[in-house]
């Protein structure tokens, strides 16, 4: 039924915890897995002339948002190896993640989506928004939630 599960992580703790059972899941059924990142897209906003000095340039972001997807990347791919799982990398910036999670699921044609969910619930969950429930109400894919 699963033959590619999209496992986006953000590096946080709740994440590679999300990962490491994905692809206990994955290794489960005889899936492959997508490892996913997306870094929050280059944006500057200037409100007058004046340019703060420790403004990074596109370039410089490019290569550091880079830099930190490979080392994501890597350590789900060596999770991955290490339980004899199939493993891809994918990794692309964008405004909000939650729609380069949805659009990676498809775009890599997974049948399921593994991510974490801190479970914020009532305000704390209005006012900081997830972007596992943005993901939830915006897929048809099934997501598999993990606290």
Known sequence: MFRRVLL?????T???RAVKRGIAFAKSVGASVV?????????????????PPNLLSQKEFE??????????????????RAAGVPFEGYY????????????????R??????MGSHGRGGLAGIVLGSQTTKVLTHTKI???ELH
């Open 8 to 12: 986006p992580t953000d590096g946080s």
């Open 14 to 16: 709740l994440s590679r």
């Open 35 to 51: 490892g996913f990142y997306s870094p929050e897209d280059f944006q500057t906003v200037m409100y007058s002339e004046y340019v």
């Open 63 to 80: 290569a550091q948002a880079k830099s930190v997807a490979q080392k994501h990347l890597a350590d789900i791919e060596k999770a991955a």
């Open 92 to 107: 692309v910036a964008s405004v909000s993640p939650w729609r380069a999670i949805v659009a990676a699921a498809k775009r």
């Open 109 to 114: 044609k997974c049948d399921v989506i593994v």
């Open 142 to 144: 099934p997501v598999l």
